[in-house]
């Protein structure tokens, strides 16, 4: 891969975005390298949980990469909004939890893949904004549509309609973000978090994370039969047993995937 890195430490991936001199902008093969990625994890029943951050202390993503949409004429504007859009689907889609570890600036579709992401930690000098309007766009990967979902309606017009940058402090006042940390803490936490995430049973995460996602956009009563069927799924599992005689024995369960 040209312009991500990927590792796999025990059950956790991590994706790293390798753009850091153009601040980690999303170009083309950038985000067929990231789908691509997602593609293969997606059914790797070894990845337990996915961590997704830029490369250096500075920029998560700066979003589309203008200079590049500078060179298109309006049909391939069209395709590579598309394009970015269906990146930050499959990010979203994952049945396994996708951590942001955002470790500087999320504007324009940086914060919109963060948006996509299960869990969001981002270091003190982060900041957040959806600044389309200014260039004359709105945004096109979910941002209008995420962002109201997470923070509230009012205050995510706020920030489309002025492209209002927001510090870290206050994006976790808000809810848009889990915790603060010191930068050179990011990935420590962010890796901690993961790993707490591995230990559980995988079919149940997967399960949970079904159930909740479904389940948001649903009534009570639909999203209670959504979370029924999930927990059925759990019922036959050899981790289910597994939990229940780790819990008689008083030891810790090994999980299996099974």
Known sequence: MRWIETHLEGH??????KRKDAANALNQEMLDEIMETFH?????????????????EKVFSAGADLKERKTMNESEVKK?????GEMVNTVERMPIP??????????????????ACDLRIASENSKFALTETGLGIIPGAGGTQRLP????????KEMIFTGKKIEASLAYDWG???????????????????????????????????AINNGMEVDLNTG??????????TIPTKDRKEGLQAFKEKRNPVFKGE
């Open 98 to 115: 996708v951590i942001a570890a955002i470790n500087g600036a999320a504007i324009g579709g940086g914060l919109e893949l963060a948006l």
């Open 12 to 17: 956790i991936a991590q994706l790293i975005l």
């Open 80 to 84: 590579a909004v598309a394009k970015i």
């Open 176 to 210: 848009l973000i889990l915790s603060v940390v010191p930068s050179r803490s990011l990935m420590v936490e962010a890796m901690g978090l993961a790993e707490a995430i591995s230990k559980n049973a995988p079919i149940a995460i997967r399960q949970a994370k079904k």
């Open 149 to 156: 979902r997470t923070i509230g309606v009012q205050r995510a």
């Open 224 to 233: 209670l039969t959504i979370e029924k069927k999930a927990y059925e799924m």
């Open 40 to 56: 293969g994890w997606q059914n790797d029943l070894n990845v337990r949980a996915i961590v997704i951050t830029g490369d250096g």
